[in-house]
């Protein structure tokens, strides 16, 4: 037998064995023939290094040294979910997509698993790329880490699509956890707090072999990509299985909310069963062809709902209520707690949200409180034990002044925040605009980080974004841990900056109330700064999505002389300030004030880009039909109350060829 034909045996037999022991829990073969095997392998690999394949079995163990982690752009973006935590919002969700699709919905429901998310890509079979979440739009390269988790296969069976990516979650099973927990304490090292912090900080380790010491799972939900071989999530769940992916088996197929409910209360019941952390369940509408249908929301699809479990809760003592100052100068009040065990960390801080919360609680400093995780995420004070409050305890008085500037508060009618007015000089809010002008949806500014922010700012080297466009390498090179490498990958990503399209300018500004979806309606509508800033509030809101509580904050941010200041500033810096002629060429009004619905199936463009289409010719696109639409853009297998509804109202249908003639 050839040298080569003898590795590669060897491979394809190690990856059935480690499929069959960590996917299908039926092993065939001894731990130590295994071990045999796999040590055969790796003498011939050493042997004969021209046939190297990252993809090898023995890869698995690690031994790669990462010094940094390369940030990746998801090719998919990874969104969150919305959440409910009752029948009735669940049921509410259901009617709402019904109307928006037309059609009677199935459903899928999977447990959602707490670990750390994962994208997994694959062309021709291998494993080529893992990335973190990160933020959604792109997170981080830790192929060599993932590589090590043995439920995750390296190459594929059966017939899978030439390239696809599959979403995941890295898990710490209770036993693993139990047993790595166990060591540290042999070792005389802290335990870890929880599963779901240890996965994710495995992903992290600098060292691929620390990594492999981990026992880590890979639990994968959702098949992203073009031209996939089935046509419903149910379906896709099972071709994972057959390609080698292990695939949760408890993921049932419904009809309806009743049957939603029906595996929601099990599970509730039994989630203490499962060797994972759950923290809920994941429902989605099972047809791909109506989840294109419904499409998304800025931060969410609009065909998956994820419903939490009921809140834990425990109770404590309220040592201390402080006063954080947000970036926009909202002030949020935080209970400082005696510190409580709530499901599976260690909770010290509980937000009190407002001072209409704290009245209506009548929670006070000394308190025993009952505290809960709202879905098992976010610690919050649900109630005061009254038998034990001190008698001579005075109610909760909340403050009048900035606790970081001593400027007094302001609130405004009909809102429940307190604000700091002293948005030029109150130290969190110049480090926290700055902070959001370099996040990576806004300016991505690379070598920039918020420790490196409130450095300078403290520094006294900026206080403002547009300061930043005059910092000098030998201004920082003095700053802690600023080597010289460091200074120059700072100046170069502000450098860098300048190129970032207006849209994302516009966002990055932080005017209260305009996130990056209602900037890029504003950046279109008025193609530049200039034409934004002489807009009354009554012009504003006749822009799609802009309501007047927006219009008034873009009104009353280009009222401010410093703000206008630093506009002036920025561009003249040479940060764009206005749509390029680049994305202008898409950009047309030949649809202007019209108003076109989707629905059915398409052949030569996607719901997304019909959707896009739509709207760089300056129309609108809605999900349900009413009196104000224009046309129904009709593919394969509309709906029939949909086409019925159209038919009532009297408003034509259009093919896909006829509005692709449209537009030219």
Same mark, same amino acid.
């Given at each position: 037998m050839n040298t080569e034909k003898q590795i590669n045996d060897l491979r394809k037999e190690l990856e059935e064995h480690n499929y069959k022991y960590y996917v299908l829990d039926n092993p065939s073969i001894s731990d130590y023939d295994f071990d045999m095997k796999l040590k055969e392998l790796q003498q011939l690999e050493q042997a004969h290094p021209e046939f190297y394949d990252p993809n090898s079995p023995t890869q698995r163990v690690g031994g790669q040294v990462i010094k940094g982690f390369e940030t990746i752009r998801h090719q998919y973006p990874m969104y969150s979910l919305s959440n409910s935590y009752s029948k009735e919002e669940l049921e509410d969700w259901e009617k709402r997509i019904e109307k928006l699709t037309d059609q009677k919905i199935e459903f899928t429901c999977e447990l959602k698993y707490d670990g750390a998310s994962i994208s997994l890509s694959y062309e021709n079979g291998e494993l080529v790329r893992a990335v973190t979440r990160g933020d959604g739009i792109q997170g981080d390269d830790v192929t060599h880490n993932v590589r090590t988790i043995r439920s995750v296969p390296l190459k594929l069976k059966g017939d899978y699509p030439e390239k696809f990516d599959i979403r995941g979650e890295i898990v710490l099973p209770f036993e693993g956890f139990s047993q790595l927990n166990a060591e540290r304490v042999k070792n005389g090292e802290e335990p870890y707090a929880n599963p779901r912090n240890t996965a994710s900080g495995s992903l992290k380790l600098q060292d691929s072999s620390e990594t492999a010491k981990r026992p880590l799972d890979c639990l994968v939900f959702s098949i992203i990509g073009e031209d996939l071989p089935f046509k419903t999530q149910y379906e896709g769940l099972k071709k994972a299985r057959e390609w080698g992916f292990k695939i949760p088996e408890e993921a049932v197929l419904v009809s309806d909310v009743e049957g939603i409910m029906k595996f929601l209360n099990h599970w509730d019941e039994h989630r203490h069963e499962l060797p994972y952390e759950t923290d809920g369940v994941v429902v989605k509408v099972n047809a791909i062809e109506q989840q294109d249908e419904l499409g998304y929301t800025a931060k969410a699809p609009r065909w998956a709902m994820a419903y939490k479990f009921k809140a834990e809760q425990a109770s404590t003592i309220l040592k201390k209520i402080?006063?954080?100052?947000?970036?926009?100068?909202?002030?949020?009040?935080?209970?400082?707690?005696?510190?409580?065990?709530?499901?599976?960390?260690?909770?010290?801080? @509980?937000?009190?949200? #407002?001072?209409?919360?704290? &009245? $209506? =609680?009548?929670?006070?400093?000394? *308190?025993?409180?009952?505290?809960? !995780?709202?879905?098992?995420?976010?610690?919050?004070?649900?109630?005061?034990?009254?038998?034990?409050?001190?008698?001579?305890?005075?109610?909760?008085?909340?403050?009048?002044?900035?606790?970081?500037?001593?400027?007094?508060?302001?609130?405004?009618?009909?809102?429940?925040?307190?604000?700091?007015?002293?948005?030029?000089?109150?130290?969190?809010?110049?480090?926290?605009?700055?902070?959001?002008?370099?996040?990576?949806?806004?300016?991505?500014?690379?070598?920039?980080? @918020?420790?490196?922010? #409130?450095?300078?700012?403290? &520094? $006294? =080297?900026?206080?403002?974004?547009? *300061?930043?466009?005059?910092?000098? !390498?030998?201004?920082?090179?003095?700053?802690?841990?600023?080597?010289?490498?460091?200074?120059?990958?700072?100046?170069?990503?502000?450098?860098?900056?300048?190129?970032?399209?207006?849209?994302?300018?516009?966002?990055?500004?932080?005017?209260?109330?305009?996130?990056?979806?209602?900037?890029?309606?504003?950046?279109?509508?008025?193609?530049?700064?200039?034409?934004?800033?002489?807009?009354?509030?009554?012009?504003?809101?006749?822009?799609?999505?802009?309501?007047?509580?927006?219009?008034?904050?873009?009104?009353?941010?280009? &009222?401010?002389?410093?703000?206008?200041?630093?506009?002036?500033?920025?561009?003249?810096?040479?940060?764009?300030?206005?749509?390029?002629?680049?994305?202008?060429?898409?950009?047309?009004?030949?649809?202007?004030?019209?108003?076109?619905?989707?629905?059915?199936?398409?052949?030569?463009?996607?719901?997304?880009?019909?959707?896009?289409?739509?709207?760089?010719?300056?129309?609108?696109?809605?999900?349900?039909?009413?009196?104000?639409?224009?046309?129904?853009?009709?593919?394969?297998?509309?709906?029939?109350?949909?086409?019925?509804?159209?038919?009532?109202?009297?408003?034509?249908?259009?093919?896909?060829?006829?509005?692709?003639?449209?537009?030219?």
């Open positions: 402080t006063y954080q100052v947000g970036r926009t100068g909202a002030i949020t009040p935080v209970a400082n707690l005696k510190g409580v065990q709530l499901a599976g960390t260690t909770v010290k801080r @509980a937000s009190l949200h #407002n001072a209409d919360q704290i &009245e $209506k =609680l009548d929670v006070r400093e000394g *308190d025993t409180v009952f505290v809960e !995780k709202g879905g098992e995420i976010i610690p919050k004070i649900v109630g005061v034990d009254f038998k034990k409050r001190n008698p001579n305890s005075a109610p909760t008085k909340y403050i009048t002044h900035c606790p970081e500037c001593e400027t007094e508060l302001i609130r405004a009618e009909g809102e429940a925040l307190h604000y700091c007015p002293n948005s030029a000089a109150c130290p969190p809010q110049v480090k926290g605009r700055i902070a959001h002008f370099i996040s990576r949806k806004a300016m991505d500014i690379s070598g920039l980080g @918020a420790e490196t922010v #409130n450095l300078l700012v403290n &520094e $006294k =080297l900026i206080n403002n974004y547009a *300061d930043l466009y005059e910092l000098k !390498k030998e201004q920082i090179l003095p700053l802690e841990r600023m080597a010289e490498k460091s200074a120059e990958n700072l100046i170069n990503g502000i450098e860098e900056s300048k190129k970032i399209p207006f849209e994302r300018v516009l966002y990055a500004l932080g005017i209260r109330f305009v996130g990056e979806t209602v900037a890029k309606k504003l950046a279109f509508h008025y193609k530049s700064i200039e034409n934004i800033k002489l807009q009354p509030a009554e012009k504003l809101v006749e822009v799609d999505d802009i309501g007047e509580r927006i219009a008034e904050s873009v009104v009353a941010f280009f &009222e401010v002389e410093d703000n206008l200041e630093i506009i002036n500033r920025l561009k003249n810096y040479g940060v764009q300030m206005e749509i390029s002629e680049e994305e202008l060429e898409n950009q047309t009004e030949i649809l202007k004030g019209k108003t076109i619905v989707i629905t059915g199936s398409f052949e030569k463009h996607s719901r997304k880009e019909l959707k896009q289409m739509i709207e760089d010719n300056g129309g609108k696109n809605t999900g349900s039909i009413s009196k104000n639409t224009d046309y129904l853009l009709a593919g394969e297998k509309i709906g029939p109350s949909k086409k019925k509804k159209a038919e009532d109202l009297g408003i034509p249908f259009i093919s896909e060829d006829e509005f692709i003639e449209m537009l030219k």
